[in-house]
Every structure is written in structure tokens, then in C-alpha cells.
């Protein structure tokens, strides 16, 4: 059966730090990619997705995800974090054109 | 613009109720999907509705089924309730089977 795998299941961090959130999926052949967050109190929300091109990809709020075919991976990052990235996060694989699959979520707490 | 809506946005059941669970698409949309998140874990994929019908399917019991209207919008039954079914329900819509999903604030059930 797919998985979505997050190792990082709560990250503190403070202001101005560099953040890198791992994500790892099962094989399960064509595969689109996205980040949710959700910050306290608010619904779920897109950060970034993959679908085809550039391996790189770019999101709202200074975020970035790499999408390395080799590794099964997408790890999502951020160069310096702000005290407003406070959030849960989650990486999310469509298999198939199929069904979703949501890993467990990382909890990000940013130090003011 | 409205969003993704639920309602309600809070239920109490016992044990062996039966449930429904409402969502509206965001405008535009006409596919619908429906997920339970469970405390401390990220949300896991019930099924997804286009034209009226129930195109994919999780790994939930049959006690779990769903209704699309022409309007597109969609409810969630869940029969013979069991404790383990408490969680938060989160309807997701888009605007095809394989768009960006737009998640809505959930419905919070608790079976006692």
C-alpha cells in the first residue's frame, strides 16, 4: 500500500533559521506533490505542488520544494523562518490520478 | 467568494447513531472529497464524488458512504457509529478529479 512519511513530527526553531522538512512516499508510479499548511486556528491550505518540469518548485510565503524521483522524496524548504510559520505542515501524494494520501504532519514552532 | 463550508461544525453521537455531514464546494468546483483526520495523525482519504458519483474509494468500511447533489454539493453518512470514529471530517473540493484541492474548516465529531 502507498505511504507518506514525515520523520519530523515537531521542529522548534527561532527566527531567521534555515527549515527543511522531510518527505518520503512509497513507490506507487505517477505521482503529483503538494505541501498543505495549516496555521492555528485556520483550515488547511496549498502551499506548493508538483506536477511535471522543474524538480524545483516554488510556493506562496518564501517556501520551496525539491522533488528528487530517485530518493521518493519532497522535502520542503525555507531559507529563514518567521514566528508567522507557525504551523502544522503536511506533505500530501496523489498516486495515480488516484487517490490522496497525507503524511502525519511536522509541527513547526518558530522562536520570536 | 465563498470557500469550502461545513456544517455542522460540532456533533456529539452515541455509539450506534448514524451521522450526516455536510459540505458546499467552493464556486466552481464540482468534484468533492472527503477525509477524517484523526487527533495527531493527517487526514486520510474517505472517497471522492464527481458527477454524482463516488469515483474513488479509501480503505473505509461500508458504513461509510456519501451523497453528491447537482449542485455538486456532497454529505457524508456514517452508520452504526463506533468510538474510534471520533475525529475531525474535512471536506475538500476542485474544480476537476485531479485539481488543486481547496479544503473546507471540518465538522468535529465525537461518538460517546
Known amino acids: ?63 520551496e520544494a525539491e522533488f528528487i524521483k530517485s530518493k521518493f522524496s519532497f ?38 | 467568494d465563498a470557500g469550502v463550508t461545513q456544517s455542522p461544525t460540532h456533533l456529539i453521537k452515541t455509539r450506534g447513531q448514524q451521522v450526516t455531514l455536510r459540505c458546499s464546494p467552493k464556486s466552481g468546483h464540482d468534484t468533492v472529497s472527503w477525509y477524517q483526520q484523526a487527533l495527531g495523525q493527517g487526514p486520510q482519504f474517505i472517497f471522492q464524488y464527481y458527477e454524482e458519483e ?17 449542485n455538486y454539493s456532497s454529505e457524508l453518512n456514517v452508520n452504526a457509529l463506533l468510538l474510534g470514529d471520533s475525529a475531525l471530517y474535512l471536506c475538500a473540493s476542485s474544480f476537476d478529479r485531479f485539481g488543486e484541492q481547496y ?3 471540518g465538522t468535529r465529531l465525537t461518538v460517546t
Request: overall charge positive.
Open chain 2, 103 to 105: 479544503f473546507g474548516p
Open chain 2, 54 to 70: 463516488e469515483r474513488q474509494r479509501g480503505n473505509f468500511p461500508d458504513r461509510f458512504s456519501g451523497h453528491q447533489f447537482p
Open chain 1, 75 to 112: 522535502n520542503l524548504r525555507k531559507p529563514s523562518v518567521q514566528w508567522s510559520d507557525t504551523a502544522e505542515y503536511f506533505c500530501a501524494v496523489f498516486y495515480n490520478f488516484n487517490k490522496f494520501y497525507f503524511g502525519s504532519g511536522t509541527k513547526l514552532n518558530v522562536k520570536p
Open chain 1, 1 to 63: 500500500a502507498q505511504s507518506v512519511s514525515q520523520h519530523n513530527h515537531h521542529v522548534i526553531l527561532s527566527e531567521a533559521a534555515s527549515l527543511e522538512l522531510g518527505c518520503n512516499y512509497s513507490y506507487g508510479g505517477t505521482v503529483n506533490l503538494f505541501w498543505y499548511v495549516q496555521y492555528p486556528g485556520q483550515h488547511l491550505q496549498l502551499l506548493l505542488k508538483y506536477f511535471s518540469g522543474d524538480p524545483l518548485v516554488k510556493g506562496i510565503k518564501g517556501f
